[in-house]
Each structure stands twice: as structure tokens, then as C-alpha cells.
């Protein structure tokens, strides 16, 4: 598809378990983003993978959350022992290759409830 | 590390009724502007930006924004909203040369007909 896409759309767990988020970012676009938007609370930035760079990882509210891109393009959101203020989401974002201005491109995101 | 701050989180107006929502960023070097916008059940797109040149940005669908830097206000506004810009619109903002955006709160603005 012409966009980034996500999965699940919808992901309902209970407290302790782990969970994976996906993203597939637009062929082309070097530039990941993940960040987390709880209700009332705006978008918080989580982590950022540019190329071959190390991630900046400076975002990540704990130990428990990690994120991973393989070959460059999909990235998964890792999640362990879920708590329930986990509940957000979750919303993958890349940036066009060579662009100068910067515009990020959304996904739909991942709701995620923890019981 | 730097802020943006939206006000009156929550709007309610009627249709043809005009549009200011106000955004401030702490934040003393050069900047990248956003606003984005999400319509219920959508997903986040960009509405208009700012980098450099003419401070007036025009957006689509009629908004505009205007840069004032010794305000560090970076505002939105429409003159005459329809129903269908009900929705939440978040300001952004990327130091240059930083790739990270910070985001405000949003303005959740509902447009009775």
C-alpha cells in the first residue's frame, strides 16, 4: 500500500503479558518514529530509528518497553509484563528519504488495552 | 526540553463561525511548525507547515497559521469552519536539525451544524 500500516489495529491484553506491535513503514521512508497518545495527553515520542544509526531510544517511559527494525524497514514495538497505564496508542510515523522538510506520515496506530 | 503548549482544549462552535486555535513552543533556536490534524476515526495528517519564508502558511481546507517568532506562537485559524472540521488538531514542533517532533495536547473542536 501507498502508506504506513500497523498492527492489530486493536489489541486487548491483561497486566503481566507481553505484547508486539508492528509497523510497515512506505518503501523508501529511512526515517521510523513510534509514539504514544493517551487520551488527553497529546503525542509522546518514544524512540526514532534513522538508517543504519543507532535508535534514539530516549523516549522509552521504562525498561519494559523496546523496539526493534529489521533490514531497515518493518519495526515492532515490544511491550513486557503490560500494565494497565500502558493503555494508549500507539502510532508509527515515517519521513520521506532526501525530504528537506520533514513531513511525518502517520499510521492508524494500535489501540491497546490492558485489562 | 522544549514544550508546545495548546489551550481550550475542548471547542464547540457553530458552522460558519470563525477559528483561532492558539499554540506556544518553548524553544529559543530555529524551528519547524506543524499542525495535524485527526478526524474521528482517521488518522493523523498534516494540515500545514512551516519552515521558513512568508510567516503566513496556508493550509488545506482553507486553514491558515501564522509564525510570529517573537511570540513563539504559531497559530491556527480558519475563517468560517463546516461541520466537517470536527476533529482534534495538534501543533508540532522540530528544532532543526533534531529529528524529534514534540506535540502539544491537542484542541478537540466540534462543529455543530
Known amino acids: 500500500g501507498a502508506g504506513v500500516s500497523q498492527s492489530p489495529s486493536n489489541k486487548v491484553t491483561e497486566k503481566g503479558k507481553d505484547v508486539e506491535l508492528r509497523c510497515d513503514p512506505i518503501?523508501?521512508?529511512?526515517?521510523l518514529y513510534w509514539y504514544r497518545q493517551s487520551l488527553g495527553q497529546g503525542l509522546e515520542f518514544l524512540i526514532y530509528?534513522?538508517?543504519?544509526?543507532?535508535?534514539?531510544k530516549s523516549g522509552l517511559p521504562s525498561d519494559r518497553f523496546s523496539a526493534e527494525r529489521t533490514g531497515g524497514s518493518v519495526s515492532t514495538l515490544t511491550i513486557q509484563r503490560t500494565q494497565q497505564e500502558d493503555s494508549a496508542v500507539y502510532l508509527c510515523a515515517n519521513i520521506l528519504s532526501g525530504s528537506s522538510y520533514n513531513e511525518q506520515f502517520f499510521g492508524p496506530g494500535t489501540r491497546l488495552t490492558v485489562l | 526540553a522544549q514544550s508546545v503548549s495548546q489551550h481550550n482544549h475542548h471547542v464547540i462552535l457553530s458552522e460558519a463561525a470563525s477559528l483561532e486555535l492558539g499554540c506556544n513552543y518553548s524553544?529559543?533556536?530555529?524551528?519547524?511548525l506543524f499542525w495535524y490534524v485527526q478526524y474521528p476515526g482517521q488518522h493523523l495528517q498534516l494540515l500545514l507547515k512551516?519552515?521558513?519564508?512568508?510567516?503566513l502558511v496556508k493550509g488545506i481546507k482553507g486553514f491558515e497559521a501564522e509564525f510570529i517568532k517573537s511570540k513563539f506562537s504559531f497559530n491556527l485559524r480558519k475563517p468560517s469552519v463546516q461541520w466537517s472540521d470536527t476533529a482534534e488538531y495538534f501543533c508540532?514542533?522540530?528544532?532543526?536539525?533534531?529529528?524529534?517532533?514534540?506535540f502539544g495536547k491537542g484542541n478537540q473542536v466540534v462543529v455543530i451544524p
Open positions: 508540532a514542533v522540530m528544532p532543526y536539525g533534531n529529528n524529534r517532533l514534540a
Open positions: 530509528f534513522q538508517g543504519n544509526s543507532a535508535p534514539d
Open positions: 512551516y519552515f521558513s519564508g512568508d510567516p
Open positions: 518503501s523508501g521512508h529511512t526515517a
Open positions: 524553544y529559543g533556536g530555529t524551528v519547524n
